[in-house]
T-cell receptor, first 113, second 112 residues
Framework: GDSVTQMEGPVTLSEEAFLTINCTYTATGYPSLFWYVQYPGEGLQLLLKATKADDKGSNKGFEATYRKETTSFHLEKGSVQVSDSAVYFCALITNTNAGKSTFGDGTTLTVKP | NAGVTQTPKFRILKIGQSMTLQCAQDMNHNYMYWYRQDPGMGLKLIYYSVGAGITDKGEVPNGYNVSRSTTEDFPLRLELAAPSQTSVYFC???????????FGQGTRLTVV
């Protein structure tokens, strides 16, 4: 079946540091890939997405590139802020699975001033 | 835009009690889902629906039931609550089979 593996957390960075959160996947078919962010006490919200190989999703300074050859979708940001502190989830959907998302376990990011 | 609305936000149940978690979306999405999120873990799918009148089990359906009488509403029923059902529950919807999910704010349930 489909699966998503995220780097284990938690991750603690200083403000303005570079962020990478690794995500690899296995899937049948051709998945769409997503990063969601969850702020404390809230639901998940879409951060960015990519629907085909070599697509780059970007939003709020975050980027991730769909790499089919390495089955990866790593999240990066060049300079994190305290307000980026949250839990980040990598996820995939395949169009053969009734829209059911497969999520990674989440990575908690804490950014210190 | 309301999006996906869940009620209640918090609830404490005693063992053996029952309750219904409400979920409504105003985006005319056909696909709806219920997940539970345990501390430090990802989301596990409980039940899902691909349209009004159609529901199916996810990974962890035991102890739960759902119905989908309208496109907008997708309530989750807990019968005979158990401590193992202490969790945060999220409802989500999608426009189609391969588009992003929209989540509600969650219901934090404690069974004591």
């Amino acid at each position: 079946g489909d699966s998503v593996t995220q780097m284990e957390g938690p991750v603690t960075l200083s403000e303005e540091a570079f962020l990478t959160i690794n995500c690899t996947y296995t899937a049948t078919g051709y998945p769409s890939l997503f990063w969601y962010v969850q702020y404390p006490g809230e639901g998940l919200q879409l951060l960015l997405k990519a629907t085909k190989a070599d697509d780059k999703g970007s939003n709020k300074g975050f980027e991730a590139t769909y790499r089919k050859e390495t089955t990866s979708f790593h999240l990066e940001k060049g300079s994190v802020q305290v307000s980026d502190s949250a839990v980040y989830f990598c996820a995939l959907i395949t169009n053969t699975n009734a829209g059911k998302s497969t999520f990674g376990d989440g990575t908690t990011l804490t950014v210190k001033p | 835009n309301a999006g996906v609305t869940q009620t209640p936000k918090f609830r404490i149940l005693k063992i053996g009690q029952s309750m219904t978690l409400q979920c409504a979306q105003d985006m005319n999405h056909n696909y709806m889902y219920w997940y539970r999120q345990d501390p430090g873990m990802g989301l596990k799918l409980i039940y899902y629906s691909v349209g009004a009148g159609i529901t199916d089990k996810g990974e962890v359906p035991n102890g739960y039931n759902v119905s989908r009488s309208t496109t907008e509403d997708f309530p989750l029923r807990l019968e005979l609550a158990a401590p193992s059902q202490t969790s945060v529950y999220f409802c989500a919807s999608t426009f189609s089979e391969n588009t992003e999910a929209f989540f509600g704010q969650g219901t934090r349930l404690t069974v004591v």
